[in-house]
């Protein structure tokens, strides 16, 4: 049984980072994801007058819960959106100015109704080109706390910045949620500053956060549950199996929840307390399932779906036409490429089987090899990297954007391709 080893997760790594640089002492992030989005979050975190040490398996931060050191920096956010919307919410807890920019994919990703909020509590926010996109500079003199309404239709990752930062204001953070986009996302935010010493409390879309600041902590970093999707998917579609220690019952991200589509569509599936396992029987069904929770899956899912008996639609994925691309109507594209029917709207997607099913003279014409357009997106990569398990001849126009996230995918999915 194939056993995969998957990098730290992006998402734990990044709210980790946050919270160790917040916490009163120093927090030990143990097994933390090394990628180009984690690297640049610690990078903008020294540059901002942190002290990180960044050692092969554990990193160390000195927190300062009076906020950055520096009385002024210049950070580049490379193309992390995490980078990009928690480390100028952080900056705002201190006393100095700041200016943040990023990448071009980055600088077209929005942060309005995140910087709208920050403003509503009173921090000195100005966008120096397009209103509610970087490049920014926050002039920063602590935060005061109260009241604070906030759209999260989006991007959930603006309420876990609004929830970051609530223990860091002089009086909490009360935060009035109109709409809400990959929950699942905010409640790993919430158990994560639970294990760094604050509770939040909820009432129904009201989230409200006390003042007092962080204790700093050893924390363990789990395995990335987006980037197992893909070998989940693997197994499934070729009849292997495959477990990925570290993701079990208890695990915090939400996207481990794709194995649950995977089962609705025939695989067999094993969730433990320490390791899931799914195992392809030679059956795939077509199926609707309403992705909104765990969006970032969603391309993975697309990338398989001509391999099923019957048609796959995928809905309430809207925000994922706001990730690093368009990721519906880029799915959409490539799957055309490869000879498939596809139909899109605002927030669905829906593919037909047969078109690149083996043995048939479609699937011998795509065999000659098509390139997948990546817009310079790891997930689009990864994912068609699975399409390409059944597909022969498939190839990226960037292969190398995995280093978003997984600079190790290509060696690690080879691996798994020639245990098969």
């Not at 926050?138 to 970051?164: I, M, P």
């Not at 991200?253 to 030679?282: C, I, Y």
């Amino acid at each position: 049984m194939p056993v995969v080893v998957i990098p730290g997760s992006k998402s734990i790594t990044a709210r980790a980072l946050f919270l160790a640089a917040a916490a009163d002492g120093v927090t030990t992030l143990v097994r933390p994801l090394r990628s180009d989005d984690t690297e640049g979050f610690a990078e903008g975190l020294v540059r901002l007058g942190y002290r990180v040490g960044r050692a092969p398996e554990a990193w160390q931060v000195d927190g300062r819960p009076r906020g950055p050191a520096a009385p002024e920096a210049d950070v580049y956010c490379r193309d992390g959106a995490t980078t990009s919307r928690f480390l100028p919410t952080l900056a705002a807890t201190g006393h100095g100015t700041y200016r943040f920019d990023a990448s071009p994919q980055m600088r077209r990703r929005p942060l309005g109704p995140l910087c709208r909020a920050l403003r509503d509590l009173g921090v000195d926010l100005r966008h120096e080109e397009a209103e509610g996109h970087h490049p920014l500079t926050v002039r920063a003199a602590g935060v005061e706390g109260g009241e604070v309404t906030l759209d999260a239709g989006q991007s959930s990752q603006y309420l876990t910045a609004l929830l970051l930062l609530g223990p860091l204001t002089r009086k909490g953070l009360r935060i009035v949620v109109t709409d809400l986009v990959s929950a699942p996302y905010v409640e790993i935010t919430i158990a994560m500053m639970r294990a760094f010493g604050v509770e939040v409390g909820r009432e129904g879309d009201v989230f409200v956060v006390p003042p007092g600041g962080y204790r700093a902590t050893t924390y363990a970093i789990e395995p990335d549950a987006s980037t197992a999707s893909y070998f989940f998917a693997a197994a499934a579609v070729t009849g292997g199996e495959v477990t990925v220690p570290g993701l079990g019952s208890g695990a915090l991200q939400g996207d481990l929840g794709f194995v649950d589509v995977l089962r609705r569509m025939g695989a067999e599936v094993s969730v433990g307390p320490e390791s899931t396992t799914v195992r392809g029987t030679g059956e795939l069904r077509g199926l609707t399932v309403n992705m909104r929770d765990i969006s970032d899956t969603m391309p993975t899912l697309a990338a398989i779906a001509p391999f099923a008996s019957g048609p796959v639609r995928i809905e309430d994925v809207a925000n994922t036409r706001v990730k690093e691309c368009d990721r519906l109507e880029a799915c959409a594209e490539n799957l055309r490429r490869l000879g498939v029917e596809v139909a899109t709207g605002p927030d669905w997607i829906e593919i037909h089987p047969g078109t690149v099913a083996e043995g048939t003279a479609s699937e011998r014409a795509v065999s000659k090899g098509a390139e997948i357009k990546t817009y310079g997106d790891h997930r689009i990569v990864m994912s068609f990297a699975v399409t390409g398990l059944r597909v022969p001849g498939i190839s990226f126009d960037d292969p190398g954007c995995v280093r978003k996230t997984f600079p190790g995918f290509h060696e690690e999915f080879g691996a798994l391709r020639a245990r098969r």
